[in-house]
């Protein structure tokens, strides 16, 4: 004989069961003598459903609310790649939720992919704006500390290399004003910035004077992952006669 496929078990009725039994072990010790043959086996039948329904409604309840914790963990830490492993063999109230909360992570599931695609789209966008503006830009990738010149600044700077370390901008001390307006644009008051500064890149002997207006762009968390900086440069300036460094108008 073939099993079904499905066992179901409403918890209402495994409620129902430990009621009546409940209630029947009031009941028996009151009834008539005709049937005091059979009370000892009735009760002992009666403690035995009460006892498995109790335990199976308490294990049902532990292993799903213990599935559920772990459920809204990972959505929590922005996983959704797994929802409530099922019991297959088993349908009930419980497998009706687990169904739900699964369909639920289906649905978030989709959304963080189509996020993400925007995102993705947005940083192709930006990319593609970056590379063909007649304008001078700087692309700023904190989590590779990376500084990026787009061609007119290549231009402007005369040279052909577009990547540039944080330690190599660094190091020039003309870019000490500069550098110090990127950090705390990046790690400390995360806002837009403006300002004038010398900016020499390593392997030129002479830098430009320039003006710059930084713009912060965060994710959810509020931490900023690219600052994309506009440029205008004002005038090339000897690295042997640097000129004081001025002052830095807030936005």
Not at 109 to 117: G, H, K, S, V
Not at 198 to 225: F, N
Request: with cysteine; aromatic share 10%.
């Amino acid at each position: 004989m073939r099993l079904p496929a499905k066992v179901a078990v409403p918890l209402v009725s495994v409620w129902l069961i430990i009621l009546l039994c409940g209630m029947a072990g009031y009941v028996l010790p009151s009834v008539s003598g005709r049937l005091a043959a059979l009370q000892g086996s009735l009760q002992a039948l009666l403690a035995v459903l009460f006892l498995v329904s109790w335990v199976y409604l308490s294990l049902r309840l532990w292993f799903f609310r213990k599935r559920l914790v772990n459920f809204f963990r990972r959505i929590l830490a922005g996983e959704y790649v797994t929802g409530v492993r099922p019991i297959a063999w088993l349908d009930d109230e419980i497998a009706d939720l687990t169904a739900r909360a699964n369909r639920a992570m289906d649905q978030l599931r989709t959304y963080d992919e189509l996020r993400a695609d925007r995102t993705g789209l947005s940083y192709r966008a930006l990319d593609l704006v970056f590379v063909n503006a007649k304008i001078c830009l700087i692309l700023v990738h904190a989590a590779k500390k990376q500084i990026r010149l787009n061609p007119a600044l290549q231009s402007a700077f005369g040279v052909a290399q577009e990547a540039y370390s944080f330690q190599a901008i660094e190091k020039q001390p003309e870019n000490s004003r500069f550098f110090r307006s990127l950090l705390r644009t990046l790690y400390r008051e995360k806002v837009a910035r403006e300002g004038r500064a010398t900016l020499q890149l390593p392997q030129r002997e002479s830098a430009l004077e320039i003006s710059y207006r930084m713009v912060p762009l965060k994710d959810k968390s509020e931490k900023v992952q690219t600052v994309v900086i506009f440029v205008e440069p004002q005038s090339a300036v000897s690295t042997a006669e640097s000129p004081q460094e001025t002052s830095e108008p807030q936005p």
